[in-house]
């Protein structure tokens, strides 16, 4: 089993790929992905990934150097 416990799948560069970067993963064998926010601006694009699928599931945060 494989989880990717830190991601950032809403960054610039995966996000216009999200669903093939998200293929990829699972075809690679990664059951779980902790989709990770740095600040609150993200917290509805962070959990609309999540709810992609019962393997992605959001972190909301807000990183110390955006506090």
């Known amino acids: 089993m494989l989880i990717d416990s830190h991601c950032h799948?809403?960054?610039k560069g995966l996000i216009e790929?999200?669903?093939?970067v998200l293929a990829r993963a699972r075809a690679a064998g990664v059951?779980?992905?902790l989709n990770i926010?740095?600040?609150e601006s993200e917290w509805?694009?962070?959990i609309a990934t999540?709810?992609?699928g019962p393997?992605?599931?959001a972190s909301v945060g807000i990183h110390?150097?955006?506090?």
């Open 9 to 11: 799948l809403n960054y």
């Open 44 to 46: 509805d694009a962070i």
């Open 55 to 57: 393997d992605i599931w």
């Open 37 to 39: 926010s740095t600040r």
């Open 17 to 20: 790929h999200q669903d093939a």
């Open 50 to 52: 999540a709810e992609k």
């Open 64 to 67: 110390p150097h955006e506090a």
């Open 31 to 33: 059951t779980g992905m």
